[in-house]
């Protein structure tokens, strides 16, 4: 029976940030993103345990949620694709049900086996009452429950795996934050001294709370920013970003986490945020799966693509 492989070694980048109009400043990217194709970065380290838990529970299928464009949806049927489970992804939005043709994400998920189910976003908003997972349970079967962004305890704990012993000799840890539990997972692994910075895909304050239950180190700060107005939301300026840091490192960054951060880390250095030769390390967490689907929207909005 096929497992998920022990903590793959992936390289760090080393960028040049002069560039970007930053001198003297080397940025340290963690590659997570090449360390599956669609599982792909902190969807990786956040099933791992899950995946095992449930296989050890003696489930065989895995049910989760999320968005029309969810990263974690199509992670979660990559997973079960590959380590033998069915899949059941709740999808937000009953309107999205006849778009699956024009959607990569969703019909790359039914490709891989995912049985979909469409719900009203009110609906949908019920995905933690346990009285809606109950009535999910008697409607589809069991199931072994993977939360939205698929953050739970046994995801962080595979978030602290992204953090090597001789990462320890960073001053600052940049993570993308979406649900948080990815950040929570590098809290926990951060040495004395090191400083996660969180940036977020969304705008608001509420995921200290998120990440209160998961750890009490207090040694992190989450900026919105460089959410450029919310989640899903994006413009010229970031697409541009994005196609010139291609163009000079080779390394893709996503629009909705990745981009947003290393656009983010650029502009802080500017602004002198961080101390005098900081060593400045990044995590890529993948996410590239979405550049399909967002770039069909940049074409109905007449907006530059991204390359
Ligand atoms: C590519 C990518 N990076 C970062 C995140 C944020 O992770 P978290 O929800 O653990 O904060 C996500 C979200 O799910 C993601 O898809």
């Known amino acids: 029976m096929k497992v998920f492989p022990e903590s793959p070694s992936l390289p760090v980048a080393k960028i040049d940030l002069s560039d970007f109009g930053v001198e003297n400043q080397e940025l340290d990217l963690k590659r997570e993103d090449l360390i599956h194709p669609f599982i792909s970065g902190n969807k990786f380290r956040k099933l791992k345990y899950n995946v095992s838990t449930a296989r050890n529970m003696g489930k ?20 079960g694709k590959e380590f033998g489970f069915k899949t059941i992804g709740i999808i937000r939005g009953e309107e999205v049900h006849d778009k699956i043709s024009q959607n990569p994400t969703l019909s790359f998920s039914q490709e891989y086996g995912m049985q979909l189910h469409f719900v009203s976003r009110d609906e ?20 072994y429950l993977i939360p939205e962004g698929g953050t739970n305890e046994l995801a962080v704990k595979g978030c602290e795996e992204i953090l090597d012993p001789d990462h320890k000799n960073y001053d600052y840890i940049c993570v993308p934050v979406g649900t948080g539990g990815t950040m929570a997972g590098l809290i926990r692994a951060s040495g004395e001294g090191q400083a996660v910075l969180g940036f977020s895909a969304l705008k608001g304050d509420f995921h ?35 196609n010139e840091f291609h163009r000079k490192t080779q390394i893709q960054l996503d629009p909705l986490y990745t981009g947003k951060m290393v656009y983010g880390i650029v502009d ?11 060593r400045i390390f990044a995590i890529h967490t993948g996410g590239l799966q979405g550049i399909a689907g967002m770039n069909k929207v940049l074409l109905r909005k007449k907006l530059p693509i991204i390359e």
């Not at 949908?124 to 069991?142: A, P």
């Open 124 to 143: 949908y908003r019920r995905k933690s009452e346990k009285e809606f997972v109950e009535k999910l349970r008697r409607r589809l079967g069991d199931f």
């Open 208 to 242: 200290s709370s998120e990440i209160e239950k998961y750890t009490s180190r207090k040694n992190y700060r989450i900026t919105d920013s460089y959410c450029f107005g919310g989640y899903g939301k994006i413009d010229s300026t970031l697409v541009r970003f994005i």
């Open 60 to 79: 065989d299928v895995l049910l989760t949620f999320g968005g029309a464009y969810s990263n974690h949806i199509l992670a979660v049927a990559a997973a």
């Open 268 to 278: 802080l250095l500017k602004k002198e945020y961080f101390n005098k030769n900081s």
